[in-house]
C-alpha cells in the first residue's frame, strides 16, 4: 500500500493563482482532512471528510475549497492565493471518526506565494 | 491560550538519558493522540489513547483525564529519538486540535 499521497511536495504560486493540492489513501478511510503547519503554530485543521460527498469546515477554512467525489480522493483548492496562504500543507486519514483512530499523514506540501 | 500547551517547547539531552514531554489541555476530549515528526518533515502516529497508559518499545505515553494532562516518555534516548513531538486532542469525534510540539534533539 502506498498509504496517502501527496502532489505536488513543492509549489510556487502568485498572488491570486488558483491551484490544487492532490490527496490520495489506499486504505479504504472514510475520513480524511486537510492541515497546514506555519512556523510556531501548531497543525490547523482547514478542511475534513467523513466520507464521499460529505465535507465540513475545520479551523481554518477561508480561500480554500474541498470535495470528496470518491472515498480515495481529497483535493485541496486554493481559489486565489495569497502570501498568506505560504505554509507546509498536510493531507491525513482515517478509518471512520477521525479522532478515534490512529492518524495516518501524507508527505507534505510546501507552498510558497509570492 | 492554546488549548492544548505542550511543555518543553525545546528540549536537548545527551544519549541514554530518560525524556519526559508534557502535554495539558483545557477542553473535554474523544481522545489523545502522540505523533513524532521527522527532521524531513513526515508525521507518524507514536499513540492514541484516552485512558491509563500505553507502551510501544521505549515509548511510554500516560494520561490522567481527570488533570487533563499526559505524559510521553523515553526511556534509553537515542539520537534517532531526535524530532518533533506533537500532541493532539481530539475535540468530538471529527476535529483534532494540535499543540505546537516540542522539538527533542538527543546527542551522542
Known amino acids: 500500500n502506498a498509504g496517502v499521497t501527496q502532489t505536488p511536495k513543492f509549489q510556487v504560486l502568485k498572488t491570486g493563482q488558483s491551484m490544487t493540492l492532490q490527496c490520495a489513501q489506499d486504505?479504504?478511510?472514510?475520513?480524511m482532512s486537510w492541515y497546514r503547519q506555519d512556523p510556531g503554530m501548531g497543525l490547523r485543521l482547514i478542511h475534513y471528510s467523513v466520507g464521499a460527498g460529505i465535507t465540513d469546515q475545520g479551523e481554518v477554512p477561508n480561500g480554500y475549497n474541498v470535495s470528496r467525489s470518491t472515498t480515495e480522493d481529497f483535493p485541496l483548492r486554493l481559489l486565489s492565493a495569497a502570501p498568506s496562504q505560504t505554509s507546509v500543507y498536510f493531507c491525513a486519514s482515517s478509518l471512520l471518526a477521525g479522532t478515534y483512530n490512529e492518524q495516518f499523514f501524507g508527505p507534505g506540501t510546501r507552498l510558497t506565494v509570492l | 491560550k492554546n488549548e492544548v500547551e505542550q511543555s518543553p517547547q525545546n528540549l536537548t539531552a545527551q544519549e541514554g538519558e530518560f525524556i519526559t514531554i508534557n502535554c495539558s489541555y483545557s477542553?473535554?476530549?474523544?481522545?489523545l493522540h502522540w505523533l513524532q515528526q521527522h527532521p524531513g518533515g513526515g508525521i507518524v502516529s507514536l499513540f492514541m489513547?484516552?485512558?491509563g497508559k500505553k507502551k510501544h518499545g521505549r515509548l511510554i505515553a500516560t494520561i490522567n483525564i481527570q488533570e487533563k494532562h499526559s505524559s510521553l516518555h523515553i526511556t534509553a534516548s537515542h539520537p534517532r529519538d531526535s524530532a518533533v513531538y506533537i500532541c493532539a486532542v481530539g475535540k468530538g469525534a471529527q476535529k483534532l486540535v494540535f499543540g505546537q510540539g516540542t522539538r527533542l534533539t538527543i546527542n551522542p
Open positions: 489513547l484516552s485512558s
Open positions: 486504505m479504504n478511510h472514510e475520513y
Open positions: 477542553v473535554g476530549i474523544s481522545a
